[in-house]
């Protein structure tokens, strides 16, 4: 059955909290978005574990034809692998070990795919730096800023790439970075791309969250099936009003449904640089001499 979203008049801005931290039925794969990725071909990258797993897995819920899963760890991917395929036997999952930071295996990556993925979810992350800039290793904080940046967009260039023009989905569940990427690859040739960014919570049983700082573990309440929830109905048509924007998996999806016109004819959820009246950013050419 398929829930029809609240009316605006119930729902205003002031509303929007983050008080979501496990899936509900909006967001799932078996309730209202049952079906919801019939038949498509899906990319998760990190997928060894954590959101990764549990994203590709509700995909494959939700009816993927084809799951397409990436990590460095062999014996990690072999498990969500079997996991998948015991919960979905009709899902075809093909893993791929892979360093996101290689940009000659991602770009190999997506020439051995038997098709094109309709969804890729740039999931791949680490966090080996924990301390504060002060305190930390210059080596661990740059592995960091690589798997987490370069690793997104190398993976990103290549699925536009391998688009060659035609439409997909870019689903970015990664922190304030991938701001601004979501509203890069709309000024690219793939104008019907649809591209946004998550925050997908604070989750202590996860690589980032077990090295999460000390000042910051008081904050992961969430479970791994919520950002999964979350990014699985990013992915639809109907989250296509958030394209280009930034959201917390912890915010009520319907709520967010339900005030899209607002979103939209505001512009907000949405990364600026905030000038006060009068201020231009214009570039204003030097005056010439007639002389």
Known sequence: MIMQPRSRSQISCANIERTKHDVYPFISPFSNLAGCANGKTVLVTGSSGGIGRAAAEYFALAGAKVVVITGRNETSLQQTKSAIQAEVPTCDVLDVLLDITDESAVRGLFSKLPAVPDILVNNAGVQKSPKSLVDSNTDDWWSDFEVNVKGLYLSSRAYLRALGGKSGVIVNPKLLLTRSLSSFTRSTMNKGTHCVAVHPGGIANTGMGINAPPHYRNHLH??????????????TPRAGFLD????????????????????????????R???????????????????
């Open 244 to 271: 280009g924007r930034f959201v917390f998996s912890n915010w009520d999806m319907e709520k967010l449904e339900a005030i899209q016109e607002e979103i939209t004819k505001q512009d907000l959820l949405k990364t």
């Open 222 to 235: 969430d479970t791994v099936k919520l950002a999964a929830g979350t990014i699985l109905y990013l992915s």
């Open 273 to 291: 640089l905030g000038l006060a009246e009068g201020m231009k950013t214009d570039v204003v050419p030097p005056e010439t001499s007639d002389d």
